[in-house]
């Protein structure tokens, strides 16, 4: 069984700059969650994808945007770079099953460094 | 709206300690509590999870109570290792949503 996969494991980008960041979910997931990790601060949830669909957004503003493919991967993308927007960027992945409580599985993060 | 609560940190503690790390949350309804580590430059991993009052959560040596009376979710080791240093994350989601609110974290440091 494959976990959950992150690309790139860093990247550096100017202000301004547009960025996409990728991840594979584990395999039979159906859905894949969004966290912004600044540096000594908890993971902060971004958005959700639950079958190509967003399912419920953080308090991220719309330069924050995403995809989820057919075979469940998920891009997150960011324009116009702000410094702030510097962090480690989780991807999380877990199987909908109707229930509140679904586990949800961790990729070891893209770290984003912007100047 | 949803929230949680974490002793700050550094915990330092010498190898065989006792260790606690506080997590309180705030929250409407019957949430589901967690507790994620995350080892140096690694993503986070679920150490354990409790998802109605009064479960206990245990997994490697760590315990935590649901405690829907105190709103309170303590992490708890008998004796800690070397290698249980990490950084410690109190974390829930709400009735019916599996998004996660998550703390700022302790980091803990055990000396041998």
């Known amino acids: 069984e494959t976990g959950v996969t992150q690309s790139p494991t860093h990247l550096i980008k100017t202000r301004g700059q547009q960025v996409t960041l990728r991840c594979s979910s584990q395999?039979?997931?159906?859905?894949v969650s969004w966290y912004q990790q600044a540096l000594g601060q908890g993971p902060q949830f971004i958005f959700q994808y639950y079958r190509e669909e967003e399912n419920g957004r953080g308090n991220f503003p719309p330069r924050f945007s995403g995809l989820q493919f057919p075979n469940y991967s998920s891009e997150l993308n960011v324009n116009a770079l702000e410094l702030d927007d510097s962090a480690l960027y989780l991807c999380?992945?877990?199987?909908?099953?109707?229930?509140?409580?679904?586990?949800?599985?961790f990729g070891p993060g893209t770290r984003l460094t912007v100047l | 709206g949803n929230s949680v609560t974490q002793m700050e940190g550094p915990v330092t503690l010498s190898e065989e300690a006792f260790l606690t790390i506080n997590c309180t949350y705030t929250a409407t309804g019957y949430p589901s509590l967690f507790w994620y580590v995350q080892y140096p430059g690694e993503g986070l991993q679920l150490l354990l999870k409790?998802?109605?009052?009064?479960d206990k959560g245990s997994n490697k040596g760590f315990e935590a109570t649901y405690r829907k009376e105190t709103t309170s979710f303590h992490l708890e080791k008998g004796s800690v290792q070397v290698s249980d240093s990490a950084v410690y994350f109190c974390?829930?989601?709400?009735?019916?949503?599996?998004?996660?609110?998550f703390g700022t974290g302790t980091r803990l440091q055990v000396f041998p």
């Open positions: 409790a998802t109605k009052a009064d």
């Open positions: 395999s039979g997931h159906n859905t």
């Open positions: 999380a992945s877990s199987l909908a099953s109707g229930r509140a409580y679904n586990e949800q599985f």
């Open positions: 974390a829930l989601s709400g009735y019916n949503t599996d998004k996660l609110i």
